[in-house]
């Protein structure tokens, strides 16, 4: 059988290890609700990330939906976000009744372009939701201050960005609160799962409420809540796959730089920009192919399907385009992300990325760019 290469491949610890972690539950049979295990990654995180505070939730679109809500911004209320992201942040400022404005993106970090948000503000805008594309830090600083002058909130999708530090401080303690992704495929998972890292200890129990019914205990029920707790058997994947992060970044790093040599210098081929300050966590490989070299990424997306390599059109189409969203005329026109949208290319990137398969990628791509 041909060897099949996906984009990605899930961490995960030695069985023994995770039936070790799980033994305890036989015990208690305590499997959610804030259990045991659950307790345990809750401060082993807090720790990990270096961030104040911490919220673990069911998965990370719930846990950006339910911080929004804890937020409590007005109906029809208006969110200045990135239309080059993962369906997810998008929706999760829809599903809260507000209106997602779509601000254009930086050409090198493919993060919201600091530099147009102001342009973007009105009297109903209550907050900015960024997204740390590829682990991409945003021009947090520049946001902070823009924040600051119009009083708005700033939530961070940072589903891209576990482990990553800024100017020696966890990604997460930058805005008002951010949300990390545990999903299978990302750098860090907990099967799938999610948290909201926040800086006013108050909303925690905002959280805490809304992320189980909005029960605040036996007789009193305050807010319209979901059901998005974490389980015991996620957290016990999380607690083994935690002890193991260093690791797998570091061979992730390894992955990263094979392509790097691989594909410096090659004409038409746009690597991911460096960044100073950052702690980078490799979690993605992306490439933008130029259109002036007579070849596209959708070619180049088909030539490595052929031989059994999925890489992704990862973010394409924009979110602002979707079907549900696009009948809205109001929509800003973001030409950057646009054109993004259409050379981008994720290429396979896990931990266990053999580097003589991402040779292989890579001479797929190089013997595409030369013909
Ligand atoms: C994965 C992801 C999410 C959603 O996280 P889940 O844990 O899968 O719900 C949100 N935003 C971005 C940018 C993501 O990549």
Redesign the pocket.
């Known amino acids: 059988m041909k060897k099949k290469i996906l984009v990605t491949r899930s961490s995960m610890p030695d069985l023994e290890e995770y039936i070790e972690e799980i033994r305890d539950l036989w015990d208690s049979h305590w499997l959610t609700n804030m259990g045991e295990k659950h307790n345990v990654l809750e401060r082993e995180l807090k720790e990990y990330l270096q961030i104040p505070n911490i919220s673990l939730f069911s998965?990370?679109?719930m846990a950006?939906e339910l911080v929004i809500q804890a937020m409590g911004f007005p109906e029809g209320g208006e969110v200045i976000t990135t239309p080059f992201?993962?369906a997810?942040?998008t929706h999760a400022i829809v599903r809260n009744g507000l209106k997602p404005i779509f601000c254009d993106i930086s050409e090198d970090t493919y993060t919201i372009d600091a530099s147009k948000i102001e342009e973007l503000i009105t009297d109903k805008t209550c907050a900015i939701v960024p997204?740390h594309v590829y682990g991409n830090v945003c021009d947090v600083e520049k946001i902070e201050a823009i924040a600051l002058k119009n009083n708005l909130k700033v939530i961070y999708?940072a589903?891209?960005a576990f482990g990553i530090s800024y100017k020696g401080r966890g990604i997460g303690s930058y805005g008002d609160a951010s949300m990390f992704?545990?999903?299978a495929t990302?750098v860090y998972n907990t099967i799938?799962g999610?948290a909201i890292c926040f800086r006013d200890e108050r909303l925690g129990q905002r959280l805490n409420q809304l992320k189980n019914f909005g029960i605040e205990d036996e007789e009193h029920v305050l807010g319209v809540g979901a059901n998005a707790k974490m389980n015991e058997f996620q957290a016990a994947m999380g607690i083994c796959n935690l002890r193991h992060i260093e690791t797998e970044i570091l061979k992730r790093k390894k992955v990263y730089e094979r392509y790097l040599e691989n594909l410096n210098n090659v004409p038409g081929i746009i690597l991911p920009h460096h960044q100073c300050d950052v702690k980078p966590n490799y979690a993605y490989f992306p490439v933008l192919i130029d259109n002036k070299y007579d070849i596209n990424r959708d070619i180049v997306y088909n030539r490595l399907a052929e031989r059994g390599i999925h890489a992704r059109k990862y973010f394409y189409p924009l979110t602002s385009t979707y079907e549900c969203y696009a009948t809205n005329s109001s929509i800003t026109k973001t030409p950057i992300a646009l054109s993004i949208s259409k050379q981008v290319l994720t290429l396979p990137m896990y931990a266990d990325l053999q580097l003589e398969d991402v040779d292989i990628i890579c001479k797929i791509i190089k013997d595409g760019v030369a013909q």
């Open positions: 998965n990370g679109h950006l992201t993962f997810s942040t997204v999708d589903a891209h992704s545990f999903h990302k799938e999610g």
